[in-house]
């Protein structure tokens, strides 16, 4: 029975001479041979699959099978849903295409990116082109200037044989969750806001006291 591509081996199909085996809970019920486990399964109706082939021993599990079968895709379609494929896009141009021609592919470059593709461009030169390969970078630089807005150049230009090519990746959009607050970059500190610590005050210079002095004694007159 081919299930997540391999053969998935039930009931009587199991061949391992002893078996680990788990409940339909997930709960250990150690390891017995095929014939005892399966006689476990068929006594609550369900049935015995091999989960785990490569393991030693090959571990079983008591479930319904058809239940196994749904719980099993159901992961595979998952898995496959959260699985994003990007497409590769090409987009052929010459040499000396003309304005027009160069407007019409940039736009359908514009296109596969916006719908989330990879875009391989291509200036094929051909006969005397070969030695004006100079024309086919100077036309890859101004369709990477042209479509910078939803795409970045992934591989920068390069000689591939007789043509030259490179790919165009779509930008990725900025994240949902940031705020626009935190990606700008932090406002400058105005100079005026800025306190320049003030200098100290000196410190008063104490005014001189004049100490007083004791009265000399008075000398008597002499003869008095």
């Known amino acids: 029975m081919p299930i997540a591509d391999r053969f998935v081996r039930i009931n009587e199909r199991i061949r391992a001479r ?81 304005a027009h021609d160069f407007e019409t592919k940039r736009n359908k470059v514009i296109d596969f990116l916006r719908e989330g593709a990879k875009v391989k461009v291509t200036v094929m030169f051909r006969g005397r082109e070969m030695a004006h390969r100079d024309l086919g970078f100077k036309m890859m630089e101004r369709l990477a200037e042209e479509v910078g807005e939803v795409g970045v150049v992934e591989t920068r230009p390069k000689i591939e044989g007789p043509n030259l090519s490179t790919i165009i990746g779509a930008k990725k959009a900025p994240g949902k969750g940031s705020s626009p607050q935190a990606s700008r970059p932090a406002a400058a500190t105005s100079p005026a806001t800025i306190r320049k610590p003030q200098p100290k005050p000196a410190p008063m210079p104490v005014a001189a006291v004049p100490v007083p002095t004791a009265p000399e004694p008075s000398q008597g007159k002499p003869g008095g």
């Open 18 to 98: 002893e078996i680990r085996v788990i409940n339909e809970e997930g709960g250990q019920l150690g390891i017995m041979p095929p014939y005892e486990a399966l006689k476990l399964a068929r006594s609550q109706g369900l049935d015995l699959v091999e989960v785990a082939p490569t393991a030693n021993p090959p571990v079983c599990r008591i479930i319904n099978y058809g239940k196994y079968l749904y719980q099993l895709s159901k992961r595979q379609h998952e898995a496959r849903k959260n699985q994003k494929s990007i497409e590769l896009k090409e987009v052929k141009m010459r040499p000396r295409t003309s």
